[in-house]
């Protein structure tokens, strides 16, 4: 097999689409909702108090918008390559 036909099948261009928006947005919200109950020592960083998140600081927005785009990431390949994606 030729090197650049494997490389041709490897590539895949993604295109940004309201779903995939989607899916980011609600891995986000999902991650930060249970990091607000799952982290134990909180507000050793800088608070933020908007939208009801007393005592959640920066560095706990930081580390659950992370695990975010972590699971955000997952479920998107995982659509992608089962097709319900396109």
Known sequence: MDINNTVALINTSTTWSTQIAFIMITSNI??????RYAIQVRNLGPSMPIAGLEGFGLTELLATTSLGHIIGAGIILGLRNTGVLS
């Open 30 to 35: 999902f991650a930060i909702s249970i990091g």
